[in-house]
Every structure is written in structure tokens, then in C-alpha cells.
């Protein structure tokens, strides 16, 4: 499904309940819309990097089992924005729905 | 085989090559290892369900969708190759102090030239004697700014500040271009197409200082030690 424009928002809530590194943040979108939001993996990392660009986030490298992951964790001008996109969402996505369920 | 056929990823490293093409070298860095890491996790997913490694490869690449489209979406969150180099340029040109300063001088005798040469009775559109003045004003504002930013012995935390001073630069010398349309003795088109070329390079400037502001780590390392910065050519004149 298309989604575009609420990626940053998944994904500042994704990251609302801790750091996360951007594999686990994809599994999760997905299996918490239970498949429905199914996004190439690819465009999930623009959408980090510009978050991060805007400050929104931050990101440091760990070893983990071997590997080299990048977790992203929610800053303080974030989690303003993430309450502020959330609202906005909300909104919209209730409107849209009362004007659906209306024409049923 | 047609030159228009659509190119397709057949592994990781193709995948990478066009959807990086054309970024500074930090961003590609950055996004390689990324992506490496991200297809590793997804491979092993796959392997841990029981799929083969070509399976699992193939399956990884795929989820990672169309490279063209993460390629444009990457060149709007990191800098590219040629963005990189003009700040460089800047940066480069900054150290340099006393070719900086000459510059500087340069700008400020081509603005008294112009003006001289093109009195203001000649104009035939009397709204561009502000237009010069403006760009006079403006050329003389650079030009300090621009001292004041080359002083100091390294300029590596103002390459906003400098890619704004020469998008100002741009624009004040197509106002300047602007003005000389006016005149009764000279073509107009070579005069619009140069002050045209010039408000282009202005908002490229204007455009590429807000977009540092963003990238800040396609230029400075993650130890703010300017890992990818072009090296000095000589030491900075104290």
C-alpha cells in the first residue's frame, strides 16, 4: 500500500519506544500493519537519513554478534515532531475514514 | 540491445553502484554500509527460514526495491558529487587568504568598472539605478563578510556561511548584467543570458546552503575532524 509522506512519522513512533537499527525497524512496520504497509526496504533509508539531516533523530554504530549496526534513537526535537505528525495523521486518517464509511 | 532498456540490479554491489551514483564520497560511504548491513540481516532472516542462499539473496535484493528510486530519494538527503565539489572549491579557495583577498579586490574593481563605464544617465530604465545600487551595496557586503570569513585561520565551520556569500555574489552580478540591458549602445540578449546564467547559479547556492544544513555529515566526519574535506594546497598565511 501506498503510504508516502507518513514513512517519517512510522517511523518516529517506531522509534518512540527505543533505539532501533533500520532492519528491525522495516520488520517491525511491517508486522505491526500486518503486512499491509509493505514498503520496498530500500526507500527506508533516505527517509532515515533525512530525518536525521533534520536533526529529528540520531544514530550511532554498535557491534553486535559480529556485525556492524546503526541504531537510530529518537532526539528531544523528535519526539516534538513525532507528537505534533501523530495529531496531524490522526486527523487525517479519521476524516478519510468517516468519509468512506459514509459512502458504504 | 536498446539503450533505453530499464538497468537492473543483478546483486548488491549493482544495487549500491546506481544508488549511489553521482553522491559525495561520505554519502556513498555511509549508505554502502548501511545497506550491506541491512541485506546481511535480511539474508540471514531468509536462511534462518529455511530458504537456499541464492533464494535468500535473491529474495533480500528484491525487498530492497528499484535502486533508481532509492538513488533519487538518496540525492535529496546527502550531497551530491558535484555539490560536494563546489563547497570544496569555496572552502579551498577561503584558505587561500591572500588570492582570496585579491579576489575579493576583483569583484570590487569589475563593480566600479561597470558602474563608470555605464553612467547612470545612460540607463534607459530609471528603475535600475536602484537595481545597481542594491548589487553595489550587496558586492561591498560579500566582500567583507567574505574577508572576515578567510581571517580565521580555517573556514571548515562556515561553508554555509561562504556557499551564501556567493550565492549573493551570483545575484549581484546578474543585477549588475540586468542593468547593463538598458543600455541604448550594447545587445541586449548577451547581457539577459549572462544575468540569467547568474540568478541559476544564485539559487543553486541559495538551495545547496539549506541543504548543508542538513547533510552536515556528507562534509564534516563524525568526529567533526573533516574526514573528507580536500586538504589545504599550501599553509594558511597567518
Known sequence: MNFKGSLATLILQNLSRGPNHGYRIAQEIKTQSKGVLDFKEGTLYPALHGLEGKGLISSATREENGRTRRYYRL??????????????????SGAISLILREAR | ???????????????????????????????????????????????????????????????????????????????????????????????????YGLAQAGDLAFC????????????????????????????????????????????????RMLVLMQSLRCLTFGMLMLTGISLQELHVMPFLMT???LFGYSLFYFGLRNKLGKVAEDWVGEAGQGRHEIPPDKPVAS
Not at chain 2, 39 to 54: I, K, R
Open chain 2, 1 to 99: 540491445m536498446s539503450i533505453f532498456r530499464k538497468r537492473r540490479a543483478q546483486n548488491l554491489d549493482e544495487w549500491l553502484e546506481i544508488a549511489t551514483e553521482g553522491l559525495a564520497p561520505a554519502a556513498k560511504e555511509r549508505i554502502w554500509a548501511d545497506i550491506a548491513s541491512h541485506y546481511d540481516e535480511a539474508v540471514a532472516g531468509h536462511l534462518d527460514n529455511a530458504l537456499p542462499m541464492s533464494a535468500a539473496q535473491t529474495g533480500a535484493l528484491a525487498e530492497l526495491g528499484d535502486a533508481k528510486i532509492a538513488a533519487r530519494r538518496f540525492r535529496r538527503a546527502h550531497l551530491t558529487k558535484y555539490e560536494f565539489q563546489q563547497v570544496a572549491k569555496l572552502l579551498k579557495s577561503a584558505r587561500r587568504y591572500g588570492r
Open chain 1, 75 to 92: 532526539t528531544e526535537k523528535g519526539k516534538k515532531a513525532l507528537v505534533r505528525e501523530r495529531e496531524e495523521l490522526l486527523q487525517f
Open chain 2, 112 to 159: 566600479w568598472f561597470f558602474c563608470s563605464v555605464n553612467p547612470a544617465a545612460e540607463l534607459l530604465v530609471p528603475g535600475f539605478h536602484i537595481l545597481r545600487n542594491v548589487a553595489i551595496a550587496l558586492i561591498i557586503v560579500c566582500s567583507i563578510t567574505d574577508f572576515v570569513l578567510a581571517r580565521r585561520k580555517s573556514a571548515d565551520p562556515f561553508p
Open chain 2, 195 to 197: 544575468s540569467l546564467v
